[in-house]
């Protein structure tokens, strides 16, 4: 037997114990790709008055569904507000950036090119209802994104900082909206202005805390986060 034979059966092994059918139509539990843990006691209220569910992003099976660019993937029992085993029916759509796309910071010795991630993007419907709509993406045990339903209600999917990582999972949060907002103090009518990065002069914060202490003049309902 080749080796590359030996390979072969061993990643249709793993695939097999995964429960995760790969092909062009990818298939995965979402009960075996994010794995519920208990939440912290602050989140606890949160849960009671909102939707938030603490997952662990299991590396392996993410892998496997994800890395392998499937056409299409299916991803059964996937908890959301008012059911909690809902199917989200995913097309891989055109990537972001490519092998040949060159990103570059400025540093203090002039302008320096660095690396990014690769990453997987893919779109589509809650339950085939064409009246919804998925966006996620996938990067070295990261997923993003965000599922609405037909009744305008949003559910967003991310990566929880507030818990550190293992080798084997990543700590998510699937959670509605509004209860984010309440978890935050943030009201529903609110405009939320959010900047990512770090807090340095490269980034822009001082023309972040700028803009914002202008618009706060007179939109007094607009959050910068």
């Known amino acids: 037997m080749t080796r590359n034979s030996i390979r072969t059966i061993v990643f249709l092994m793993a695939s097999a114990i995964s429960g995760v059918v790969l092909s062009a139509q990818t298939t995965v539990d979402t009960r075996q790709l994010f794995v519920p843990i208990k939440p912290a006691k602050s989140a606890i209220n949160v849960q009671l008055n909102g939707f938030q569910r603490p997952m662990m992003l299991q590396h392996s099976v993410a892998q496997l569904a994800f890395e ?9 029992n996937f908890p959301l507000p008012g059911n909690e085993s809902s199917t989200l029916v995913l097309e891989r759509t055109r990537a972001v950036f490519d092998a040949n796309t060159e990103f570059y910071t400025h540093t203090k010795a002039g302008k320096v090119r660095f690396k990014v991630r690769p990453v997987v993007s893919y779109r589509g ?7 919804t709509s998925v966006s996620l993406h996938y990067s070295q045990g990261n997923v ?21 990582r293992s080798a084997e999972a990543t700590p998510h949060l699937i ?8 978890e935050l103090g943030i009201a529903p009518e609110a ?4 900047m990512l990065g770090g807090v340095n002069r490269i980034k822009g914060t001082r023309e972040f805390v700028e803009a914002a202490r ?11 986060l």
Do not use: C, H, P, W
């Not at 392998?68 to 059964?76: C, G, V």
């Not at 419907?125 to 009246?131: H, L, M």
């Open 125 to 131: 419907t809650v339950n085939g209802d064409a009246s």
């Open 175 to 182: 959670a509605d909206m509004e209860a984010l907002r309440r």
């Open 144 to 164: 993003t994104g965000f599922v609405q339903l037909s009744n305008g209600q949003r559910t967003v999917i991310g990566r929880d900082y507030s818990m550190n």
């Open 68 to 76: 392998q660019q499937s056409k299409n993937i299916t991803l059964s």
């Open 191 to 194: 405009r939320v202005v959010l």
């Open 214 to 224: 202008a618009v706060l003049a007179t939109k007094q309902d607009t959050v910068f």
